[in-house]
């Protein structure tokens, strides 16, 4: 079948080393790029970067509220710099320096949060991140971008470089999927249609992607006719392609690994009930905290799989009617 | 603007600064009068003799960069830039007004020759280093001034900051700690004191020096000494009064956090003639 030879999705990198490497190589163009550490180098792959540039990397130690205040330093004398920590802890312990120091004055600077989600497993929920893009949505001028493979994060985090404003990036530990062909081309703000679809929509970012991707599969061997779209920035959203899914499928379902709480979910659903209101279901990590465990359990457990996206189709097509 | 290294001119225009904040916070009937007082020799001697720049080219890119980290006490701030020709003199009393380029805390969308939005406490020494990293790896000599609160150096950003000038040796970078000993619920020894505080810093790293922060030619003399320190960055734990110049207010909490009233101000004038 065509559709299932172009989604192969065979396991790639994870996002944050394909974020660690294409940072080196946004490094060789620009000089004026540099990183900021959290004591978290060898996790966020921004050791690469470090190796190459010892000069251009600051390390601050476990110290994540001056980590972002140093950045915000450098963008302001004309550094581009990216400052990477795990997601939780640079959105959490620095969250107000990154909305005094970042985005009220519109600084130039880039964070990279990796272990978003809840697919970083053993760890536990102190380290996972479940609620970033509703915090880094609530950061006025923010970019905020949430790519679902190696391929998009490489090509975003070029574009992040090349961007002039803040930009938070979304970035997972586990190894994900490869969804885009090497040739795809990539803007900021603008989604992709994955696949096309007339009965139900599917918008999905990060690891959901593959996920949606798969129920699309299978949707489509029951006879439904699903479109699937890679929403990759969720700030500013692109709205004209959820008016197009609002008004031509006349039914959406959300997908993220995320609390449905201030997610893509709910950015979605504004743009559907300001356009053109219809049927939506949301797959998301629903009031709680996860646990530890394999990435695998934990996305089944809390219904993160093709098969939630699927009941979710389901009941989204019922409603419909 | 012509700058002076003269005592004497120097303390004429702290005078006149001293007036401008009374005038401002009692218009605008808020504001921190006292802690924008205690700064007014630090911020004049910093403006007036010591800073490398030039108010025809606020982007002027080697130009020295200043930041009050301790936002609050902005009236200080707003008069000696605009004494200096950055922003109008005629409008200050503007201050905390809709609109106005003198905002209630610092705000470079109004005020674009600021070099930082402040307001959150604990955040301005880690911009600071931030820039100071940047000149250093232009190969720049411009250096950074930030002043902080002394209750501001409660925060526990500020100590990562330390420890971060100290471990890079960020030596283009002088913060000035305006230690007048009053914070919004009172004296700071009694709130959660500091001492001993250029022991602390010494610890972090840091060249400490202490000096009477009222004291023009201990505050020339410090800054001059900060740029020959290499290897690690300055601190000047300068010993103020809050409220300083106005008797009534001078040492009196009262007058963190509250604009005098319009027979306060009249007497205050009167004593700063």
Redesign the interface.
């Known amino acids: 079948m065509a559709v299932k030879t172009k989604f192969e999705l065979k396991l790639g990198m994870a996002t944050r080393e394909a974020f660690g490497k294409a940072l080196v190589a946004v490094g060789r163009d620009n000089r004026n790029v540099v990183a900021v550490d959290a004591d978290l180098s060898k996790s966020t792959f921004l050791n690469l970067f470090a190796k190459e540039f010892p000069e251009r990397f600051y390390s601050c130690g476990i110290a994540e509220a001056n980590m972002v205040g140093v950045a915000a330093g450098l963008a302001s004398a004309g550094k581009i710099p990216f400052a990477a920590s795990f997601s939780c802890f640079v959105l959490n312990k620095g969250f107000e320096q990154l909305r005094v120091l970042a985005a009220y004055p519109n600084v130039n600077v880039k964070i990279a949060g990796t272990h978003s989600g809840i697919s970083i497993g053993e760890d536990g929920p102190s380290q996972m991140s479940v609620e970033d893009i509703s915090l880094a949505c609530s950061l006025p001028g923010f970019t905020v971008l949430s790519p679902c493979d190696e391929v998009e994060t490489a090509a975003l985090v070029k574009l992040a470089a090349e961007h002039i404003g803040p930009v938070f990036l979304r970035l997972g530990r586990a190894k994900a999927p490869v969804v885009h062909a090497p040739d795809q081309t990539f803007e900021i703000g603008r989604s992709i249609e994955l696949t096309e679809g007339s009965d139900v929509t599917l918008i999905a970012t990060g690891l959901m992607v593959a996920e949606a991707i798969r129920a699309q599969e299978h949707l489509e061997s029951e006879g439904i006719s699903a479109r699937v779209i890679d929403m990759h920035t969720i700030k500013p959203l692109e709205v004209e392609a959820i008016r197009r899914a609002a008004a031509e499928t006349r039914a959406i379902v959300v997908a993220e690994e995320h609390l449905v709480d201030g997610g893509l979910g709910v950015r979605v659903a504004q743009a559907v009930a300001e356009i053109s209101p219809c049927p939506m279901e949301f797959v998301g990590i629903q009031n709680t905290y996860a646990e530890s465990g394999t990435p695998e359990q934990l996305l089944e457990k809390y219904g993160l799989t093709a098969r939630d996206v699927i009941a979710a189709a389901y009941r989204v097509l019922h409603r419909k009617q | 603007m012509k700058q002076t290294q003269n005592v004497e001119e120097l303390q004429a225009i702290s005078k006149r600064i001293r007036r401008h904040i009374i005038e401002m916070t009692g218009a605008a009937k808020s504001g921190h009068p006292g802690g924008s007082l205690s700064a007014v020799e630090i911020v004049v001697t910093l403006f007036f003799d010591v800073l490398r720049h030039d108010p025809e080219r606020p982007d002027w ?1 080697d130009r020295d ?1 200043f930041i009050l980290s301790k936002g609050h006490g902005c009236p200080v701030l707003y008069a000696v830039m605009a004494e200096c020709g950055y922003c109008p003199v005629d409008t200050l009393k503007t201050l905390r007004k809709l609109g106005s380029p003198y905002q209630g805390h610092p705000d ?2 109004f005020l674009p020759v600021l ?6 406490l ?2 301005g ?11 250093r ?2 190969g720049k000599d411009w250096r950074v001034y930030v002043v902080l609160g002394d209750g501001e150096i409660q925060e ?2 500020i100590w ?2 330390a ?2 000038g100290a ?2 040796k960020i030596d283009n970078v002088v913060a000035i700690v305006d230690y007048n000993k009053i914070q919004l619920d009172g004296f700071v020894k009694d709130i959660m004191d500091l001492e001993p505080l250029a022991e602390k810093w010494r610890s972090f790293g840091w060249h400490a020096i202490e000096l009477d922060g009222h004291d023009i030619r201990a505050l020339q003399a410090a800054f001059a000494q900060a740029k020959g320190v290499k290897g690690k960055p300055t601190v000047i734990i300068a010993h103020t009064i809050k409220g300083k110049g106005v008797s009534f207010m001078e040492n009196n909490p009262k007058f963190h956090g509250i604009a005098p009233t319009a027979e306060e101000v009249a007497l205050a004038l009167r004593e700063l003639a």
Do not use: V
């Open positions: 890119p960069r470079k969308r070099e930082a939005s402040t307001g959150s604990g955040q020494l880690s911009l600071a280093l931030g820039m100071g990293a940047a000149a790896l232009d526990g950003q990562e900051a420890m971060f471990h890079h």
